[in-house]
């Protein structure tokens, strides 16, 4: 008992100053949103409204957690929203013509296959993450215009159903499929080779190649990741809203860095991690919540949205740096 | 020697009859020797299904009558900067007519009038565009139809009562013109409330969670209007997944086909159209037409209408099966 409630202390304490300080700020602004709006709203702090909180901060932890794993190691993958689309669209016409299964599969394998070509892309003819990744979101783009000429599909199965609409008892299913992934890849993070490759690769790319890491294994595995992870939360996109249409996933990009930017994982990769998405992804439904319910001009929110991630990233290279300097003035550990 | 040209003259007869073979059915409908009319049509996206209805609606007129129809739709949708580059590339291939609708109708202002220095031909539709020449413009206008359907969704209520607006993406013209004619019918009934105006962007996703939000605050919502049908849609699942089904009236704009197949299963109340098909149809007549040196009226006004549980039939089938207008019929309804 004493042990667990010790973990946490101990665990900040191992922190470097500067991820204490993000980790300290993302947590203070989470209770802070929190607290506000549940003074401004009193329909806020509802256990209804709680779940449908987190229902949509599962959605986009879902989208935004292969990302996290790309940008931890230095990398970025543009395609994400794209192969998003790509993806559902192939599963649904499947589904929706009754094969549940092979559409699942479909899916994932072209998210699959969007991931591995981006990894290639990326290791093998050492294109820039950025470029080879913006390339992949017009080709998948492309592709689905082509294969959808312009329709929609609509109207699937309630079984398939489930994972994006369902709930088991009063928990709707995407927030219990975001936990399980949540879980999944913290062990993947911490306790694999890979998981330490993906932060010796952010962290040093060049220290990580001369150490004899299989740095190209490591980084076409993240990129198919990124991928495989990109089509599961189309089909629960899909799901939820029971259409797939060309457009699907095109609007999700921004909100996918963004999420992973506000918890406090580095572009530069190295450091933060999938807790930090977690936090991103909540800050980010619950600012929308929060302006729905208080029912903020429409013109406001785009921009409301924007400054918020600019402030949280200027937060912490401005205080992650002083933090640090003044750790290093006192000549304590950095 | 003689044996060549006549062999020559075999291969030309055949290549002649091979020719009108392929050539006899674009050219019917126009006087012999002229190749067929190129026109371009110009839409302003690939992900809506509106714009597909217009696409399958302009493909119909060309084959209909004769002319060689070609497409382009900014792959990044509604970019200004991306159909203004295609406007200028289609100013240098020279095709016979342009039939345009903007993305956006100030920003594009300057593209069409080079489109008029050049002397091409242009018909306008969907979206109503000042300060250029055009034939004639095909269309009716988003605040008749947000007005129109508005006012059918409060005479359903009953008069009165509690409604919410969704609207698209709050930048487009069309989202602005449709909440105007929101709002000018908001105003004919004193006894409903406007709960809550909140962006869906056009798209179903944000729609939903957006409308889940709003639901947690308002136990009590009478009415729903969506400025198009993919929110709609989007917005009658949430109802439905709440729990909340057939005790609020949802109605959108565009009736696209799961828009057709909510209002029939009861989901949604109502939708309202101005057919792009048929925007489409008579935007390429009214152009080939003009070609021809026929005259066109100056303006072509569709009417509204509105799809309900009586006539959304016909709106769940493909578009490429619907009846095309009748464009005597069309012009005699028109007012000049």
Redesign the interface.
């Known amino acids: 008992m004493t042990q667990g409630m010790l973990a946490l202390p101990r665990f900040l304490a191992r922190l470097p100053a500067d991820r204490l300080f993000v980790v300290v700020t993302r947590a203070t602004a989470l209770v802070a949103i929190v607290l506000v709006l549940s003074l401004l ?1 009193p ?2 702090f ?1 256990f ?2 709680l779940m ?1 909180v987190l ?2 901060a599962s959605l986009q932890f879902i989208l935004s957690a292969g990302l996290t794993l790309v940008i931890l190691t230095g990398g970025i993958d543009l395609s994400v929203g794209a192969v998003l689309g790509l993806s559902a669209c192939l599963g649904a016409s499947l589904i929706v013509s009754g094969h549940v299964a092979l559409g699942i599969a479909a899916a994932l394998a072209a998210g699959l296959a969007c991931g591995l070509a981006n990894g290639m892309l990326v290791t093998q003819l050492r294109i820039p993450a950025f470029i080879a990744t913006y390339g992949m979101l ?1 080709i998948a ?2 592709l689905t ?1 082509v294969f959808m ?4 599909i ?2 699937f199965d309630k079984g398939f159903r489930f994972i994006g ?1 369902g709930h088991v008892g009063p928990i709707p299913a995407p927030v219990i499929a975001a936990a399980i992934l949540l879980g999944l890849l913290y062990v993947l993070l911490h306790h694999t080779r890979l998981g330490r490759g993906i932060y010796a690769i952010g962290g040093n790319p060049v220290a990580a190649r001369l150490s004899g890491m299989p740095v190209n294994r490591y980084l076409i595995t993240v990129y198919a990741l990124s991928g495989v992870l990109a089509a599961f939360a189309g089909l629960v ?1 899909i799901a ?4 797939a ?4 996933g ?3 990009l921004l909100a996918a860095i963004a999420a992973v930017c506000l918890g406090g994982t580095s572009l530069f990769g190295g450091q933060g991690g999938i807790g930090g998405t977690i936090v991103g992804s909540l800050i980010l439904a619950l600012v ?2 929060g ?3 208080l ?1 903020v001009s ?2 406001w ?2 921009g409301g949205m924007g400054l918020i991630v600019l402030v949280s990233v200027f937060a912490d290279q401005v205080g992650g740096r002083r933090v640090n300097a003044a750790v290093h003035h006192r000549g304590g550990k950095p | 020697m003689n044996q060549l040209k006549s062999r020559r003259r075999v291969l030309a007869a055949g290549a002649a009859a091979l020719g009108s073979v392929l050539l006899a059915p674009a050219a019917l409908g126009q006087t012999a020797g002229q190749k067929p009319l190129r026109l371009v049509v110009f839409t302003k996206n690939l992900t809506n299904p509106f714009w597909n209805a217009v696409r399958v609606g302009a493909d119909k007129a060309g084959k209909d009558l004769g002319v060689t129809i070609e497409h382009a739709a900014p792959t990044k949708p509604d970019n200004i900067e991306e159909q203004t580059r295609q406007v200028e590339d289609w100013i240098v291939r020279k095709p016979d007519g342009f039939v345009f609708v903007p993305v956006d109708y100030k920003a594009l202002v300057p593209t069409i009038q080079k489109v008029n220095k050049a002397g091409i031909p242009i018909v306008v539709f969907n979206n109503r565009m000042t300060d250029v020449e055009q034939v004639t413009y095909v269309g009716s206008d988003d605040e008749t139809i947000g007005y129109e359907i508005t006012r059918h969704l409060i005479q359903a209520m009953g008069g009165k009562g509690k409604i919410i607006h969704i609207d698209g993406v709050p930048a487009a013209i069309t989202a602005q013109n449709r909440k105007k004619g929101f709002e000018r019918a908001l105003k004919e009934f004193p006894q409903v409330e406007l709960l809550a105006s909140q962006p869906g962007n056009y798209r179903r996703l944000p729609a939903v969670q957006v409308f889940e939000n709003l639901m947690q605050r308002f136990p009590q919502i009478d009415g729903v209007f969506c400025a198009n049908d993919d929110m709609a849609v989007g917005v009658a699942e949430a109802l439905e997944a709440a729990g909340r089904g057939g005790k609020t009236k949802v109605v959108g704009i565009d009736a696209i086909p799961d828009g057709a197949a909510a209002i029939l299963s009861g989901k949604m109340l109502a939708s309202a159209d101005f057919s792009g098909h048929d925007q489409a149809y008579l935007a390429v007549t009214a152009m080939v037409r003009h070609l021809r040196g026929e005259r066109v009226p100056k303006e072509i006004a569709l009417p509204v209408v509105i799809v309900d549980r009586q006539n959304a039939k016909t709106w769940t089938m493909p578009v490429a099966e619907k009846p095309v207008p009748q464009w005597a019929k069309v012009v005699a309804a028109q007012k000049n």
């Open positions: 709203s329909h806020f509802t209804q409204n449908n229902r949509q017009w783009h492309g215009y000429k312009g329709e929609v609509h109207g609409a996109v939820r809203v029971n259409a249409d060309p457009g699907t095109e609007e999700l929308i919540n302006m729905n319910l029912n429409t013109f929110q785009a």
